[in-house]
């Protein structure tokens, strides 16, 4: 009997938003009856379509819910990524806008240790990104830091591995005298905290205050104060600093950052300090979208905006109230645990002011954060130049090396992509983050054949650190002069259709307003000929 034979492949396409959606966000504080939630917001975002998402509570800790989800999804993991990202796991129980179950708590927990005891080095030290053999004394001073805080919170982190990073610090503070004061200053914070105090290495450090940055400062004031309380140099690391002698210039610095440092030392120094609300409200004022636009604006302004909120803030507290929507009314209550309610609008569309009409007993004060997502009009974006031009190409790589610039490429094609960035300026701790479009699949270059490889990838960017994704490939480098420079590597067509190339990311982790795009654009493949 004859029997029908068919064969077939099947190919599974991960499908993902080839444009960010247009997002906008506002934080209403109000002890009013009655007020509209969509003041000041974009019209452009209001006459859009997508969703609408609002958080009530009547803590100021809401407002670092926007904080608490940068550090959560940051996309990259160096030392102090790793650290940071792991802080809102440890503090979760004073932070309501983390609905995770304890056993999530515990396993983000674990897998944070676990990844930066992974870089602990020979020395004892940590390496800045995993597998690098040589530590990196300010990144060990950080990490030291995360993993002390998860002890504190009864976290089981292996006694031997504190002991090598504590070693690992103070042998390096006397190695390192005439080294950046910055980082011994947050050294000795960290041996303080892991209850290795180096009292002599305070006096030492105060004595060169005047060298020390603000940030740095309240670094030092903190050690001396969880190691023996206050004493007189604590309010003289604590004056109000020279204007001129901010952290911006650091590698890791800023002035969120270090409004973060010295609000944290006031609050544990004197809680009632006018210096204590002045710094609340400047570092509050600080914030774009939300958040502090780094990881590490982000983590320390969520340590020491936590512990002023634990240690300050009290009264009467808002139950309830009711929004109106589109003019139907809906009751809200508050948890009585966490003091926050989430409501969600799928249906925001052409919006008007009024609405979203907010009304609760005058007199009280309640907290507002109003999300606003909505589909952009072209996935496709367009090249933007802030502090960083690149230029993305796509071609194709014949069987004998040579490369074809046309686009009429088939499923098994290689594809190399070239990416030219140029900048003007020096930047420290640079990124390129190249989103791949759904019908490729990076080549990791160790497996490229030699003769492809070697020809085809060569370029005179180098990097510290990267990382072959299934959606992206990622490039790091630590510091990189101004000039131009091509990055080269290999991608190869995995399936046959229509696809969009996300638009590729130069930025400057630590200064995130430096950044730049490529033109996104339309990818055809064909099945094979």
């Known amino acids: ?48 379509q997508g969703m609408l998402t609002l958080h009530l509570s009547n803590s100021r800790l809401l407002e670092l819910g926007e904080s608490v989800d940068y550090l959560l999804k940051y996309p990259y993991g160096c030392v102090e990524q790793t650290s940071s990202s792991l802080l809102p796991w440890l503090m979760m129980n004073d932070l309501p806008m983390i ?10 927990i674990r897998h944070g240790v676990r990844r930066l005891l992974s870089m ?7 390496g800045y990104w995993p597998g690098k053999r040589s530590p990196d004394f300010w990144g060990t001073a950080y990490g030291g830091l995360a993993l002390a805080l998860a002890k504190e919170n009864d976290i089981a982190v292996p006694e031997r591995a504190l002991d090598r990073i504590s070693n690992f610090l103070s042998r390096n503070l006397r190695d390192r005298d005439g080294g950046y004061l910055g980082d011994q200053a947050l050294a000795v914070y960290t041996l303080t905290l892991m209850g290795r105090a180096e009292p002599a290495y305070h006096e030492v450090l105060y004595k ?19 190691h023996q309380g206050s004493d007189d140099r604590v309010p003289d690391l604590l004056r109000d600093p020279n204007p001129k002698k901010n952290d911006f210039e650091q590698r890791f610095g800023g002035d969120e950052r270090t409004m973060a440092m010295r609000l944290l030392a006031w609050t544990r120094y004197r809680r ?6 002045k710094l609340v409200q400047q570092l509050i004022a600080a914030r774009h979208d939300g958040h502090w636009g780094t990881t590490q604006g982000n983590a320390w302004s969520l340590i020491a905006l936590t512990e002023y909120i634990r240690r300050v803030e009290a ?33 925001a569309r052409d919006l008007k002011l009024n609405d979203l009409i907010l009304s609760k007993i005058a007199g009280q004060r309640l907290y507002a954060q109003v999300k606003l997502e909505v589909t952009p009009a072209s996935p496709i974006t367009e090249r933007q130049n802030r502090g960083f031009s690149v230029r993305r190409v796509y071609e194709r790589v014949n069987g004998d090396g040579s490369v074809d610039k046309g686009g009429n490429w088939e499923v098994g094609d290689l594809i ?67 000039g131009s420079y091509t990055l080269r590597y290999l991608a190869r067509v995995r399936a046959a259709g229509e696809t969009i190339a996300p638009a590729t990311k130069v930025e400057a982790m630590y200064r995130p307003s430096r950044h730049g795009l490529s033109a996104g654009r339309k990818v055809i493949t064909q099945s094979i000929q």
Do not use: C
């Open 99 to 108: 609905r995770r179950t304890p056993a999530e708590r515990k396993k983000a």
């Open 416 to 482: 190399r992509v070239t990416l030219h960035v140029d900048t003007t300026e020096y930047n420290g701790y640079v990124v390129i983050d190249d989103p791949l479009p759904a019908a490729f699949e990076g080549v990791n270059q160790e497996f490229a054949t030699r003769a492809v490889s070697g020809a085809q990838t060569r370029g005179n960017w180098w990097s510290n650190h990267s990382e072959m994704r299934a959606d992206r490939a990622l490039f790091f480098r630590n510091h990189l002069p101004s």
């Open 272 to 277: 009632d300090a006018p210096s204590v609300g």
């Open 208 to 226: 060169k205050r005047n060298k020390l940055r603000p940030g740095e400062r309240a670094l030092l004031a903190l050690a001396i104060l969880l």
């Open 315 to 347: 009264g009467a507290r808002v139950s309830g109230g009711t929004i109106k929507w589109r003019g139907q009314e809906k009751p809200f209550k508050l948890d009585l645990k966490t003091g926050l309610t989430t409501l969600t609008f799928d249906d």
């Open 1 to 48: 009997n004859e029997v029908d034979l068919v064969d077939a492949i099947q190919s599974a396409v991960t499908v993902r938003p080839a444009a960010p959606l247009l997002r906008e966000l506002r934080f209403v504080s109000t002890d009013a009856a009655e007020v509209s939630l969509l003041e000041d917001f974009d019209p452009q975002l209001l006459e859009g």
């Open 120 to 126: 602990q080095t020979s020395s004892g030290g940590l």
